[in-house]
């Protein structure tokens, strides 16, 4: 029995050599270690050993065994790391190409302002979605019968809860933690309940910014986003400035840049106007400043805001505006 033990041993050792595929790695198993194999066979001869010796050639058969299974297995692992048995690949065959992603439209844009406003000094600040009433509309000077604060324009989730309608209340939250100077962007999405069509959504991205220290003038507002156009839009754009109304902002100001599609003449893009509506902003009005705690004496400070949705259909010529929010991989690929 010992001797035999032997034998096994000896010619597993020397085939295992021989095995370089999955097909002969199979005979090796099949001639050693399946259910009628060699090793198999031995056991069954057990039987005829005298029980005393038993034990012993019990265990050495029990060491064959796992001695045999050994050589099977890391021939196994070896076949598998060196490849052999797939099928070598075919080098005749064209070459894959391989999808690179790209930036979302909205995301370049933001990145963009972003880093203009960074690059001037400016931080950048956010805060929760879901907004109360004095955050969103009190603390920013709305009047109680302010239309916006309807159920038709604002989407109330309670008496008290709401998703915020611009990005405003992240600029009062900053100021209840900080003293000026303050000097940050907040960028981010908002929701207005509007009917869905090419032109509106009911959620869009806004940048607002808010300058607040002492001493702080309408001409700094205009010689920072002046720059901001300059950076953003080109050197040697034309823009203008016009008044309009903001509850957060007096004297508040709309500002213009040449239709850039007509270049000026009058178009659909511009509504036949030859201007283009990019920002609104404005000398921050001393009511916010008091809501906040601020000394509304001792600190001026400017604010504006733009809709990121309607920077890009402009700068990519986009004529809708659901095209935004499908990730359809046929739209976003362009980019
Ligand atoms: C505080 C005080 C004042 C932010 C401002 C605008 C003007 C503005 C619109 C642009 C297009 C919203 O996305 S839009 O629909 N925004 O014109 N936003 S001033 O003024 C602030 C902000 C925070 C505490």
Redesign the pocket.
Known sequence: MDADIQEIRGRATAEIDQVSSPEGLDRFRVTFLARKGLVAQLFESLKTVPPAEKPRVGKALNELREYVQGLHDRRAADLTASGAGRHAPDLTLPGRTRFAGSRHPLTRVLDEIKEIFVSMGFAIADGPEIEDDYHNFG??NFPPDHPARDMQDTFFLDANALLRT?T?PV??RV?EVMQPPIRHIMPGK?YRNEAINARSYCM?H?V???CVDRGVTFSDLKGTLIAFIKEFYGPSLKYRFRPTF?P??EP?A?IYITCFMCGGRGCRICKQSGWLEI????M??PA?FRSVGYDAERYTGY?????IE?IALLRYGIDDIRLFFQNDVRFLSQF
Do not use: K, N, P
């Open positions: 603390a920013l611009h405003s600029q009062i100021m908002v869009f806004q607002e910014g808010l903001f957060f902002t508040s709309d920002l609104g902003c404005g921050v009005d916010v604010a504006f805001g733009m809709g309607r």
